[in-house]
């Protein structure tokens, strides 16, 4: 995510997923209410595509980003589902400004294979109640 | 003061409206402070006690229904030493307690008592020390307006010829009334708030500059395919309405349907809009793209939502994206909406994002002085004024921006705002 490796980042996707960044609180009801971002799988696409595609002008130039991932904890673990959560602290850098973003990950992950896919990602920015600026990159 | 009289010649305008603080502080006055300004929608406060917290320029007021029904809006600052009252951006409230020395008001306004009231003088009369109400409130179709000078002309009279497309795009509900809550994304960007309503109302002419891959990208997905408004230019779409006001007119601009078969909700939908309006005009509002809407100076009605502009400095703007749900449309239609304004709008949208990076760079650029003047001039030989003084144009014409800065420039040049009033 930090080094726009999307093709690699897409193959992490299960068939079904879910790509969801809920908008002014962490428990909205996205059939009522608008989310900041609710991608199902032909819509991650999409915003891969035109991140890749060279036309989004927040990404000329390409902002530098590194994220930190902590607290990982498997709060639920099924037969063939993990449910985990983390916590991230993700430096983007760009037009001379740093930008601090912060949340609270939470990924469903499915068995497939020897490996898992990402079915579901919901991300919690404790910024989703504030004024902030585009996030034009993946979260 | 400031004269913004020179700043504004036709159809050029001056870099430094967009970047001189003392136009701002000047628009504070001569704009925020003085028209009538977009506070809410009555479907944000259906109930009694139900409350949204708002901003009028930079003055905080709050808009609440009281428990007698009526809708007020007040400034948000207690009677006694000047706190904020209302902290929280909605809920519902029997009272607004001041959280600095307790004084309480009830939601109509009027202060119950000023705490440990013994220490006061007997003479003191706590009708004197109500919350202060805008001076003016008024509301057309649920979009609620207040004033904060006690004089000028009436809501009515300032939306005028916009009153046409509001309600074109109400219409888009089969019982003519929308609910717009939704959320709101908030998002801020580095420029000046003018930038908004320019940028947002000529989508046309920037479109296949900025949003070509998401145009693309959005008629896969939906089946209406809009490349062809800037592909063949369509006249008579843009407006510019007296008052400052901008349209984009798309009543003769019809789309090509998507070739899929509509679903059973779209059926129901069209039906429904069949059975409110007729088979003519349900046919318009099924094939056409409803208006797009600038109220000045800070409500715009854009394809999914309500946007309004707050300013916050010369250089900083707040921007809040409301999706419109329409009442009464099946779920599937109002679920629907939500997607596709997630895919247009907010900070991670694949559209209005762009618009805002543009902004940004606008804001940079306008310190560069070497030649001052921006040129809104397209279309400017063939304008078509009509007799109410609106003028239509072509799809990628600037006949409304021309327009929304004469506007802005009688605003802006009227006599200062008398000094605050003492006593009350």
Known sequence: MDESRYEEWLDLWSEDALYWVPCNDDDIDPARHVSIIYDDRERLVQRVDRLKSGSVLAQQPKPRMRRLISNIEIVERGSAQLTVHSNFILGVARGGTQQIWAGRSIHELRSQGDSFKIARKTVLLIENDQEIPLLQFLI | MIDVGNLIQGTRIHGSLYRDPSVFARELDAIWYKVWVYVGHESEIPRPGDFVRRAIGLQPVILVRGADGKIRVFFNRCRHRGNMVCHLEHGNAAAFRCPYHGWTYTNNGALIEPTFSEGYDAGLRKEDFGLTPLPRVDSYRGLIFASVSPEGISLDEHLGGVKEFIDLFM????????????????????????????????????????HKVAFALHSKRTGFDVSSLYKNEIPDVIRSIPGGHMVEDYRKATIEPPKREPSPARQAYAAALERRYGPQKAAQLLTTIAPLIYVFPNLLYLMTHIRVVQPVSVDETYVYYQPVLLKDAPDEINVGRLRDHEFMFGAAGFISPDDIEIMERNQIALHAAGNEWLFIGRGAHRDKVLPDGSSIGHTMDENHIRGFWQHYGRVMSLPAREPARAGA
Do not use: C
């Open chain 2, 171 to 210: 219409d888009l509900s089969p019982s003519g009334e929308i609910d717009v809550r939704t959320g709101i994304q908030k998002l801020r960007y580095a420029g000046n708030w003018k930038f908004m309503p320019e940028n947002s109302m000529e989508g046309d002419y920037h479109g296949p500059f900025i």
